[in-house]
């Protein structure tokens, strides 16, 4: 709840899709390209964009960009418009600066010297600014401030000398990940095939799902495949979970199937670094990540909070939505009732008025009512997903003690975030981090409730790694299949050395 | 669930504010209604309407409406233009028909011959029909399709002759309540004071709230009144609860606060008549109706179908997030666990895809995921608050089997729609309820369950009248201190006669 | 130019269509009423609105009304759902108040104890508020402030005791032209039929043309009737100029065609009382009044003008557009070379610049150019339609003085506004009118003219009346075929009797 | 007329300012760009874009582009946002393509190593396409398909070896005009300074203003300098013309003033290739080329047409506005009587209406009026200023026939049209021109005309050349300071070799 209302944020969502069979292909590219954006739409918030190719020779790329959610950024010319694509990818976008233009927003097309390229890109890359500079010194002029863009640069530029008449998209993108080690999950169009990459150290998550027929008459064919930083949104388009795009990985997507083209490994003894903010917070409940679903792993770091932090009290009860699977593991754990305690209006969204101090006092309960007579007079275990800033839990706790609550008790799932990231998650400056502050001392008074606790780091490392399966069959004796997270946000200690 | 797939609605909801002490006001009368608007949100998502008078000699009322959800109808400027009131009404609209043009929109302001008043209105009047041919009859050209229109010159109207000098409005809006028995929760500016009006069979809610000075300082003032549908809206705005008006009572608010005008009654023998399907659905579970939280009735109606209808399964759970409170009641009864199964994607909105095969097979897939790591293998009891169509809930059997539930056990915690609703609820055709059609013998195998079955009638009304305290202190020998709900839906059982 | 500036406008534009032969009809009838708004768009910009009726028993009436222009108010989803009618009203609005909203926008439509309905009118009733009293005063709520509901209302009520069975339309008008004398022309709908109505006094225009079939094959043929305020919109959809409709008249129009059913006289001796202004400014110039072209009647201004104001010039020129007949006319009579010397820039709108200093200085230089090579060291002689409140010429004349014109006169084609109108044309307050300032006296000073001369109303009103021709065959001893003209504007007499 | 009915188009105008004196300025600078661009709408209507920039040391670019005419594209937050700068650059844009999205929207602004640059273009590069390839073979890619980008990309790259700590922009800028000769005026932004640049044949047209103070005080003062495609812009902000960019010159604008920094020469031999077309239609009247008012070349160009084909009639008249000074002119020469035969409804815009047979046929009227009665019986002369496809003057001259013409005789004030243009004109393909078709044999016949004449070449050249003042100061030996006009579209003679 709190990473909500903190301005916290991802900055992306991508997804592809390419028609396997004959073109021009009866599947509709554009719809399901649409749907998974849908799916994926609480990565980002802020702009969508999609790009449908024929994967003709000379291709044809239609792009659409809109501000806002992908219902209001794609009405129905617009969907009309890309109707004619047998393969595509798209993107959705979150930003909290003033940068949030179209002209930024994703996918992005460029011409190269061997035609065009789409370009769609979650994550952000440490080592930006060096590599602006590089690409500006050999006289190119950078019109956005996107690592898209640069992106698209580096593939068009590396190295174009040797290969005049067919480009080596292989090398090209090989090169580009020897320039910049990480964040950043990809997606790329040269005419028919989509490129899916993954950074060596697997920071942004990537998966493949396979379109299968809905009608049972056609059982065993295969009628797309899909591309996406989550599962979640392969149920919505009818399509199975195939498989994780490995650490370093560019696997090549085409009619013809998917096939793995290279791993390019990770600095000796580096493990792997999966944002643990996935687990936490980003991705959807219905998700999987390394063979686990990411419900089960709240409910599980729900289950070792109530380990570490029990409490002497009546009910357990969530800080909707994003906290509930936690909240019923604790609850499981602990033994004490499952209750709600909160109703949230659905429909508070912008509303265009001018906070004076009425409202500023009253703050967030326009958002939940409380369901007074569930906990009036009771001790009650609240759980939250995180405290970023503190100022969202405090009216909440004022609201249920108002409302009757004897006790109010604060349990996180999560540690206490100390820390900037610097791989695409939007975290608020260390100064306005509430761990960082002398307040937190004495967190519970600060926020007026009777006892707080968090989660350990150990707690939450061990609550997602206990669950990982051994998924990474490819090359078994490689780096790439041990378990390995960045938790630089909770303990500074970043997966690559930081350069700026 | 199913009635928000299923195009059932209520009509509206209405709010009013009135600020206390000396005028020109400090309280923000036109934010204290926005924010009454958007907790009423639920009620109607089609248009909304703001009306605020200074409150002088002659009055000066300043009207803004528009079509969608308020945070779009009301943009900034449109505060701003209000922002000079002592005191409003506003409104919120459901409306399923091509009529919902912003004309249609309420509050209606018509000029009298004693100066302009304000009327908003929830409900539908039984008897339109006739009353709109009798005020025709007398010359008068009615420019809506709207009761509201009607109401308002109804109010003008009658009965003009004897008081030329100054209008006696208590005498005119009895005039009103002999005219149409039922139904209407009415609110009517006439100058410095709203008017709120609950029909004799109290067939629509509506309830008064007091609002409370924010800071501690000033703790005994009153800071003003307001009067809404629902009482959810009161905390939103740092008001307390103060009562509910009376079925067949006229409330007079004013700055100086809250005075009981006259009690109409209902003929002799006739029980109130308060629709049950606010509990069952319309209103918000944090609402309080007849002394009760609507969360605690819905849980109870979860506790009743337990025991008419308990169930060999594994796992209980819920369609969210209407049904949660009888799930979570269900599972307390019947001893079984409950979880979790679908997690929503709450950015499903009218994106604007040409449904073909694909997308209609896959259906209600892009609004739920399935959480399939809890359920697999397992036995669920699912709860749903209704089942209308029937077509929303098959889809989401089908997930769940398709991920891996053993069997599914549909409980649907209301009895069946059989009947339609001519106060104000907008229900389908007779011949699209799935309860009248053949299908409904076998409705397990028809919507792909295992085992189907409902509360009983008699199961939700004693759900509903157990928890009534007695409220009812104005005269406590009137038939209008009884309990008494209005099933017609369920039953056929009309509370009035029905002349079309 | 100056009263395009000054804020001076009519209030509105009206228009209608009937389909001629078996309905439904392939006349594209919302088609012709959006041609014929765009062609009445002149007489005012805030709103539009269209009414078709299918014509049968009941009727059904579609309506869709727009703020702005009409290709703004009428985007192809409107024209789509207006399609079904075989008749049809609209209008065209302007208005400069704050009351510009959509409700007030015409046609009205209500609902009458006989059936709907649909009302458009283009004047202003003389009597508007005691005829306001004496509706409320029956019972009446009135919705707006618009005059259109009031003589909806009229028509509605008046008299409906005696008449059960089948409404007597004419007696209804014919009661509402006794009501009120001026002004309006009214155009009303009932089922299958317009009633096209213009007051006793003829205050504001009104004619009839017939539709004929595009194509030379069907040449005998009728395609249907349309009624316009100016005969300039029949062009534009292959119509020709039928008649007026007399002062007075009650004009029936249906499929079957046109039938005159009544003129009401003016009272004894009253002459008829035609808007001058229409000649001066209001109208298309190739809209024809009376018999002759407005075009003609401006340019006898310009000769009249010549005749009254010599000169000692070189050049004469025009304020574009609308003085450039009146100018042609002065250089004709003069014998002085007819130049140009102001280029308009047509993308001059509202565009978003808060004025500074230097912006209000610079003025009308945004929406002009000065052709200088035209006039460099030359006299000129601009010639200009009216002076109003004098702010719009001024810099004018500073432009073309800093661009070398040697001299400037200023001969101004209409005699100087004084007074205001209560019939429907928008004028500023007395105080506003430079006529009625101390500055009038030295106004060649005051705007920086060499010298200033008008048109003196004699001038005005015999340039108007020697065109016409004897046009009035109806009834030719009747009053209502005497020329006659209301000049109040200039010289403070009314047509009628004010009663504020 | 007939230019503006036939998708015939430039494709944009450029406009810039700076401040002069101390920075921040008191000068509204985003406030002049806009009237700047509403002063040069008529050179494109599509799109509008505008940076500003504050000229510090790193430089802060503000950027606004919108779609639609300058009015829709610029709301007070647009301009708000821009307020900052003390210099800009902007641009308004035609496009009848589908590229006409946002991002081809000008200015463009990209990052390069020595910072940002803004760049705004009028023109059309014509070896565009060897160009692109050039530029990509380096390995750089382009994102759209604006000949902008790519002279973006060419002055980030041209040579930047040598430079690496301060760019030298001259040397850049001079190299890029050794790339491609024509055509191109163009505006760089970089830091403080605005570049601005005509291509050595001085195809599209450039002028420089000084901006005085609107107050006389201070009279001597220069409060900053704007350069613009067209001088009729100046005027506007009040402005003086102070001279035009010659053919191949650099000219710097700063705070401190205009300083000229090379004349690039041409090919040896080559006269000057400035557009014939923009005095023929593109420019506003009141713009001077050359020396010469574009309205007094038009006049003159309708005399010689009189010479060249002289006819035996009762008046002459024009198509409404743009042949008007042709017409004028004509009648001067042949002594005939200047009339005005159409009115122009100036509301007709786009209107959404389905085109069906009827309004086929009707096809220009909705535009235009017939002023009947000063033509009927009488054989005109209308002066138009071209035919390009033939479809818009036929249905004026059934217009007018019908309306009573004795004679409709067609003088066009420019030759025919029969070859495609590859330096910024938007012309229909060669088998659109009439000119091209076997219908041109008898096209008097064809458009319904009782004769058709046109201006000869020579006659067209005559009469733009014998007005042009000895201009040419900066070196009065060199090539630069001929008079030479392209007149390809014509003749077929491009002014350099075409080699795509």
Known sequence: MEFEESGIGEECGVFGCVAAGEWPTQLEVAQILTLGLVALQHRGQESAGI????GASPPTYITHKGM???STAFPPEALQKLRSGNLGIC???????????????????????????AVAHNGELVNAHALRKKVMRHGVGLSTTSDTELITQLLAFTPPMEELDAPDWVARIKNLMTETPTSYSLLVIFKDVIYAVRDPYGNRPLCIGRLVP???????????????????????????YYREVLPGEIVQISKHGVKSLSVVPRPEGDPPAFCIFEYVYFARPDSIFEGQM???????????LALEAPTDADVVST??????????????????????????????????????????????????????????GKRVVLIDDSIVRGNTISPII?????????????????????????????????EELIANKPEF????????????QYLSVEGLVSAVQEGIASMHKISSNNSSNRAGHCTACLTGKYPVELDW
């Not at 790009?51 to 024929?54: A, E, F, K, Q, S």
């Not at 089960?296 to 729900?302: D, F, L, M, N, Y």
């Not at 799932?413 to 610097?422: E, H, K, L, N, T």
């Open 441 to 452: 001392q004495n967190i519970a008074g600060y926020i007026g409730a009777d006892s707080v």
């Open 51 to 54: 790009v449908t190719c024929n």
């Open 68 to 70: 806002g959610l992908v």
């Open 294 to 304: 990411v419900y089960t792993v709240r409910q599980r770091c729900g289950r070792q």
């Open 398 to 430: 004022k609201l249920l003690k108002e409302a009757g609550a004897a006790e109010v008790h604060i349990r996180v799932a999560s540690p206490p975030i100390r820390f900037p990231c610097y791989m695409g998650i939007n975290i608020p400056t260390k």
């Open 214 to 240: 809905i009608s049972k008459l056609h059982k065993g064919d295969t009628e797309g495949w899909v591309v996406s930083s989550e599962s979640c949104s392969f149920q919505s388009i009818g399509a199975r």
């Open 91 to 117: 993107h959705t976008r979150y930003s909290t600066t003033g940068l949030s233009e179209l002209q930024n927003c994703q996918p992005f097309v460029v011409d190269t010297l061997h035609g065009k390229i």
């Open 319 to 376: 800080v909707p939505e994003s906290a509930t699977p936690a909240a019923l593991g604790y609850a499981q754990q602990s033994g004490l009732p499952y209750i709600e305690v909160l109703c949230k209006n659905r429909y508070v969204g912008r509303t265009f008025i001018q906070p004076n101090t009425r409202l500023r006092q009253l703050g967030v309960a326009k958002k939940f009512g409380a369901l007074t007579d569930n906990f009036a």
